[in-house]
């Protein structure tokens, strides 16, 4: 008889853009899983969608908007019974946005903090509900020096990913005994990105000499961190280029 094929395993990763969440999504489909993207504009999707399974990957993009509850519950119910059973998900949104206190608004504020902490709660949750019956799964969630401290100009920012950083340390107390891993990653400095080739081209030419952190490198540490053995799990993780001064 032939040997039976694996069964088939779905990582979520909300946020999923051009860079490190792209990125994400292509290691874990190139290690088999069911690679599920989702961002607000479906459209996007398409090149990341379509590469994927060029490279012989699976994939399928969904435009969905994480700061509302029924279209995360929508999304976590359509994987898990269409697709496949939600072993990883990944957090990736940013909400990077620069204001001084006095410019930034109550709309700038909640919006940021909607799309930073509270839809890293909601995802949260939903992959918890799922993962918790059957006793697995990664759950892993996207900061920035922005979770460790303010700076002048992030109040919005620092808010929001504290939170998001609050979050994961009490999901990891309590699912971590369930049999699941939540993770917080701290990522401190500039990505290879087209925002940063166009904004700050001196710091994106330092690339040449891996000045700054590369998506692909990011995504092997989020592997990495699904495929940790229980008895040493990694509770935050810390990234940032070797010339990084903190």
Excluded at 54 to 65: L, P
Excluded at 91 to 117: C, H, L, P
Excluded at 164 to 185: D, K, N
């Amino acid at each position: 008889m032939p040997p039976l094929s694996a069964p088939a395993k779905a990582v979520l990763v909300i946020g999923a853009g051009d860079a490190t969440g792209g990125a994400i999504a292509r290691r874990f489909a190139r290690e088999g899983y069911i690679a599920c993207v989702s961002r607000r504009s479906s459209d996007a999707l398409a090149p990341l969608v379509q590469q994927i399974r060029s490279e012989g990957g699976a994939a399928h993009g969904f435009g969905s908007d994480a700061r509302r509850e029924d279209a995360v519950a929508a999304l976590f119910a359509h994987i898990e019974s269409e697709i496949a059973p939600i072993e990883v998900m990944v957090f990736n949104v940013g909400a990077n946005v620069r204001f001084k206190i006095g410019d930034t608004s109550a709309q700038v504020y909640r919006t940021v903090w909607e799309m930073g902490a509270l839809a890293g709660f909601l995802t949260g949750r939903e992959a918890a509900r799922v993962m918790t019956p059957r006793g697995r799964g990664t759950i892993l969630f996207t900061g920035a020096t922005a979770s460790l401290r303010g700076g002048p100009g992030y109040a919005a920012l620092a808010g929001a990913k504290h939170a998001l950083r609050a979050l994961s340390q009490s999901m990891a107390r309590e699912l971590g005994p369930l049999g699941i891993h939540v993770a917080h990653v701290v990522i401190d400095g500039a990505i290879d990105t087209r925002f940063v080739a166009d904004n700050f081209p001196e710091r994106y030419a330092t690339k040449a000499y891996d000045g700054i952190l590369s998506p692909d490198a990011i995504a092997d540490n989020y592997w990495h961190l699904h495929r940790q053995q229980r008895s040493a799990w990694t509770h935050e993780l810390d990234l940032r280029p070797w010339t990084e001064t903190f």
